[in-house]
């Protein structure tokens, strides 16, 4: 099994910056790819963007390809997303997201995740 904690959330201002964090424990040596969804009040949960663990690339939603970017510390298990130039709309909880090979194409999940953490609040104003 896999435990995803997020941090790095927050309240920031209109242009500003945030960078979240997502660390992986238990069975680390099965996942095959990580990355993140959001959800906005009142709407549907959304991938963002995605890695593969083992460097096979990475995706990235149309939305958010060029203000945000993804990375990986392979040896601690843990993945970030930097947010950049964020505004009211990118307000939502962000969830990391894990899965093993049968889940994932390189860098992207074919299959809705299986594993996910608790969420970090995300809020721009």
């Known amino acids: 099994h896999v435990q995803l904690v997020e941090s790095g959330g927050g309240s920031v201002q209109d242009g500003g910056s945030l960078r979240l964090s997502c660390a992986a424990s238990g069975d680390t040596g099965s996942i095959s790819c990580m990355g993140w969804y959001r959800q906005a009040p009142g709407k549907e949960r959304e991938v963002v963007a995605s890695?593969?663990?083992?460097?096979?690339?990475?995706y990235f939603a149309p939305s958010w390809e060029g203000r945000f970017a993804i990375s990986q510390d392979k040896a601690n298990h843990t993945i970030y997303l930097q947010m950049n130039g964020l505004n009211p709309d990118d307000t939502a909880m962000y969830y990391c997201?894990?899965?093993?090979?049968?889940?994932?194409?390189?860098?992207?999940?074919?299959?809705?995740?299986?594993?996910w953490g608790q969420g970090t609040q995300v809020t721009v104003s």
């Open positions: 890695i593969s663990m083992h460097g096979l690339g990475t």
């Open positions: 997201a894990a899965d093993t090979p049968a889940y994932c194409s390189g860098g992207l999940f074919i299959h809705r995740p299986r594993y």
